[in-house]
């Protein structure tokens, strides 16, 4: 009996110092991981003009938290930073440079590109296009990782509360082809399928073996994963499935009509623009690290929805595909900007908007009132 004591004795402490061991490991290959990693990207190119300032926008970005947020998924929680404001309502604000009465209500809807990954309150897309518009009042409803479908969720939420919208901006098409292509995504689908199901529908199982590896395994597996790159090839299946990549441009083209429809017969006008993404077009991006896997199959995604778009001849519709072509430094990503390239397209649809209420080409408009 005391022989078996000692052995379990023995057996305890060589786990012990295993998991000790395993521990102090993955804790020193994170830290490793974090100075030898990717450069931030505070520290591009892209912000040589004020490098300070963009590393508070990103330590603001990477201070946010999330909450469950009924039919769209998530939303972030309210924050208060030095370059970023959250409202109680979840939404990325910016000052209101007009005074008196606002003449319209303007609703952006979008992911991250409209909220403004990578700039401060003052130089998202919606900011600086109520700049051009001071009298408009405009609400930035871009949420991180929203596509097509989850802005149309979020703005019949918004209808259902009859609030005004007197015009409508969809800015779409990156989500819905980079986070729709992944093989463990279907369509309809978004970003966070996977997690959803692996982490709130398998049980406390799932739960107990995600923080065991945390603890002990996730860092070392990290650089094995450097080490060894696997293939990513099979990673994403838009290219190896035609029929899915069909179905995302279709979905993306549905959603937009369906908020079409929905915003001018309430009156109101409504834009889709198909967004630039870095694998298309000629931008630069000599200074990204861009997975090629990705792009292969976001460019034969973004072929189909400008085949689609032209062939349904909807003139609400704006391709801005090309807008960052040219050698300046734009991109942080492969699809988020520098405030840089938010002042082109918020120029771009700023001008979209003066010619068509000037022409008045696009449909609900009423000349008495938006003259």
Same mark, same amino acid.
């Given at each position: 009996?005391?022989?078996?004591?000692?052995?379990?004795?023995?057996?305890?402490?060589?786990?012990?110092?295993? $998991?000790?061991?395993?521990?102090?490991?993955?804790?020193?290959?994170?830290?490793?991981?974090?100075?030898?990693?990717?450069?931030?990207?505070?520290? @591009?190119?892209?912000?040589?003009?004020?490098?300070?300032?963009?590393? #508070?926008?990103?330590?603001?970005?990477?201070?946010?938290?999330?909450?469950?947020?009924?039919?769209?998924?998530?939303?972030?929680?309210?924050?208060?930073?030095?370059?970023?404001?959250?409202? #109680?309502?979840?939404?990325?604000?910016?000052?209101?440079?007009?005074?008196?009465?606002?003449?319209?209500?303007?609703?952006?809807?979008?992911?991250?590109?409209?909220?403004?990954?990578?700039?401060?309150?003052?130089?998202?897309?919606? $900011?600086?296009?109520?700049?051009?518009?001071?009298?408009?009042?405009?609400?930035?409803?871009?949420?991180?990782?929203?596509?097509?479908?989850?802005?149309?969720?979020?703005?019949?939420?918004?209808?259902?509360?009859?609030?005004?919208?007197?015009?409508?901006?969809?800015?779409?098409?990156?989500?819905?082809?980079?986070?729709? +292509?992944?093989?463990?995504?279907?369509?309809?689908?978004?970003?966070?399928?996977?997690?959803?199901?692996?982490? @709130?529908?398998?049980?406390?199982?799932?739960?107990?073996?995600?923080?065991?590896?945390?603890?002990?395994?996730?860092?070392?597996?990290?650089?094995?994963?450097?080490?060894?790159?696997?293939?990513?090839?099979?990673?994403?299946? +838009?290219?190896?499935?035609?029929? #899915?990549?069909?179905?995302?441009?279709?979905?993306?083209?549905?959603?937009?009509?369906?908020?079409?429809?929905?915003?001018?017969?309430?009156?109101?006008?409504?834009?889709?623009?198909?967004?630039?993404? $870095?694998?298309?077009?000629?931008?630069?991006?000599?200074?990204?690290?861009?997975?090629?896997?990705?792009?292969?199959?976001?460019?034969?995604?973004?072929?189909?929805?400008?085949?689609?778009?032209?062939?349904?001849?909807?003139?609400?519709?704006?391709?801005?595909?090309?807008?960052?072509?040219?050698?300046?430094?734009?991109?942080?990503?492969? +699809?988020?900007?520098?405030?840089?390239?938010?002042?082109?397209? $918020?120029?771009?649809?700023?001008?979209?908007?003066?010619?068509?209420?000037?022409?008045?080409?696009?449909?609900?408009?009423?000349?008495?009132?938006?003259?």
């Amino acid at each position: 009996m005391n022989k078996l004591k000692a052995i379990l004795r023995l057996v305890t402490i060589n786990l012990v110092i295993l $998991a000790i061991l395993l521990i102090l490991t993955n804790w020193l290959v994170g830290i490793y991981l974090r100075k030898t990693g990717e450069q931030p990207r505070s520290e @591009l190119l892209n912000y040589d003009h004020d490098r300070e300032h963009a590393r #508070k926008v990103f330590k603001d970005y990477n201070s946010l938290s999330y909450t469950y947020e009924p039919f769209v998924g998530w939303q972030v929680l309210p924050y208060q930073g030095e370059t970023t404001t959250i409202s #109680k309502e979840g939404l990325r604000t910016h000052p209101f440079p007009g005074t008196g009465e606002p003449e319209k209500v303007v609703r952006f809807f979008g992911g991250s590109t409209i909220w403004g990954e990578g700039s401060d309150d003052q130089h998202t897309i919606p $900011a600086l296009f109520n700049q051009q518009f001071p009298n408009y009042e405009v609400h930035n409803h871009g949420q991180l990782a929203y596509n097509s479908r989850q802005n149309l969720d979020a703005m019949i939420t918004l209808l259902e509360e009859k609030v005004a919208m007197d015009l409508v901006i969809f800015y779409d098409g990156v989500n819905d082809a980079a986070f729709l +292509c992944p093989s463990d995504v279907d369509v309809p689908g978004h970003r966070l399928v996977p997690m959803f199901r692996g982490k @709130l529908y398998s049980g406390n199982k799932k739960i107990f073996f995600d923080v065991l590896n945390k603890v002990f395994t996730e860092n070392i597996i990290r650089l094995s994963q450097r080490i060894n790159p696997a293939d990513k090839s099979r990673l994403y299946n +838009c290219l190896s499935d035609p029929e #899915k990549a069909e179905a995302i441009a279709e979905f993306l083209l549905t959603n937009w009509e369906i908020a079409h429809e929905l915003t001018t017969s309430r009156g109101g006008r409504f834009i889709a623009v198909l967004q630039p993404g $870095a694998y298309v077009g000629q931008p630069r991006t000599d200074h990204l690290n861009l997975g090629p896997e990705l792009g292969k199959n976001f460019v034969h995604v973004y072929d189909l929805l400008q085949k689609k778009i032209r062939d349904r001849g909807h003139d609400w519709i704006y391709d801005l595909t090309g807008s960052f072509d040219g050698d300046n430094y734009i991109y942080i990503d492969f +699809c988020h900007v520098s405030p840089n390239g938010n002042k082109i397209i $918020a120029d771009q649809i700023s001008e979209i908007v003066r010619t068509s209420y000037r022409n008045d080409t696009l449909p609900g408009a009423d000349p008495e009132v938006y003259y």
